[in-house]
């Protein structure tokens, strides 16, 4: 599992160096590349203290709405933990179904309604993450951009910030920083 893991920081800092690793034009290749990305999220985020109820409680990475991932993302966090956290994964069908939860991903039917959608998220700890082309101006936190094949980050770092979350400069510093929803 420590071996997996590895393999998976070092995807992912690959996948955010300057000259990324293309993803390839097939929906499957790119939404595999993404469930690392959101495992990895959690290697790169610290919480508030009381966003966890016990110091051994599940990490919970959640997706809203239809799930994308098939699967994938189920087996890339499969016995794996952060800072003495287990991963797991949540589906939710609507936002008043999201309880603890620590990443959530936003399907794009569901970021249609971002303005509905991120308001009830709001004073909550939960990192926000999608690929919808206003996600992270809407007041998203990272959105996955596809340009050129690539896969590349978009963060509102001021939306995380509300939400008393610090990012990685690992994971600042190739990314695109965008205002705070405006």
Request: aromatic letters at 6%; charged letters at 20%; hydrophobic letters at 50%.
């Amino acid at each position: 599992m420590v071996g997996a893991r590895v393999a998976m920081m070092a995807a992912l800092l690959g996948l955010l160096a300057p000259a990324a690793a293309p993803a390839q034009a097939g929906a499957p290749r790119e939404n595999e590349l993404k469930a690392v990305f959101l495992f990895n999220f959690a290697q790169f985020v610290e919480w508030p203290a009381g966003a966890f109820a016990t110091p051994d409680a599940p990490l919970v990475i959640g997706v809203l709405g239809d799930d994308p991932f098939d699967g994938v993302l189920d087996s890339t966090i499969q016995g794996e933990r952060i800072n003495n956290h287990p991963l797991v994964v949540e589906r939710y069908r609507r936002v008043e179904d999201v309880g603890t939860c620590h990443i959530l991903f936003i399907s794009r039917p569901d970021a249609e309604h971002l303005d509905q959608v991120l308001p009830r998220l709001r004073d909550r700890s939960i990192l926000t993450v999608g690929d919808a082309g206003n996600f992270s101006r809407a007041g998203g936190m990272i959105a996955f951009v596809t340009e050129h094949n690539r896969i590349r980050l978009r963060i509102n770092l001021t939306a995380a910030t509300a939400a008393n979350l610090v990012l990685s400069s690992k994971l600042l510093r190739p990314a695109e920083i965008v205002g705070g929803g405006h």
